[in-house]
């Protein structure tokens, strides 16, 4: 028995806890979590997930700034993204905005405008930046 095993990308801690926005929802405004977060439905506003992963489904539309450990697109997201950890942008993912993260994979068939702000550990001493917060 071979069942098709979807290729998601999550690395969350064992135990830890995900919310999963479902198909059908359509939701605006501001999400500040503590737990892995999947979105399979819309959202327009701004995601903060400090120290756990942002997933947009392959049916996920998201229009935010988002700001997150790691971030996997399998959908659609308009907004900037910053990744503490990791960006995914996988083959089915349309992303359009500027990305700050440690690492950024970009799958072939992946769609994606913007720039990319690869950033150091602010412990190593990055050359010439200047951090930003917001």
Not at 3 to 30: L, N
Not at 45 to 59: A, Q, R, Y
Not at 63 to 87: D, F, L, P, T, W
Not at 90 to 109: H, Y
């Amino acid at each position: 028995m071979s069942e098709p095993t979807p290729k998601t990308t999550i690395s969350s801690a064992p135990g830890s806890q995900r919310t999963c926005i479902g198909r059908t929802v359509v939701a605006q405004g501001q999400i500040v979590a503590g737990e892995d977060l999947l979105i399979e439905g819309q959202f327009d506003g701004t995601i903060s997930l400090n120290d756990h992963c942002l997933t947009v489904g392959p049916e996920g539309r998201v229009k935010a700034e988002v700001r997150a450990r790691q971030v996997v697109i399998q959908g659609s997201m308009i907004g900037n993204i910053q990744a503490r950890e990791k960006v995914d942008i996988q083959r089915t993912g349309n992303v359009v905005g500027d990305i700050a993260a440690a690492t950024v994979a970009i799958e072939d068939g992946a769609y994606f405008k913007g720039s990319i702000d690869i950033s150091r550990d602010a412990g190593a001493g990055a050359a010439g930046g200047a951090s930003s917060s917001r």
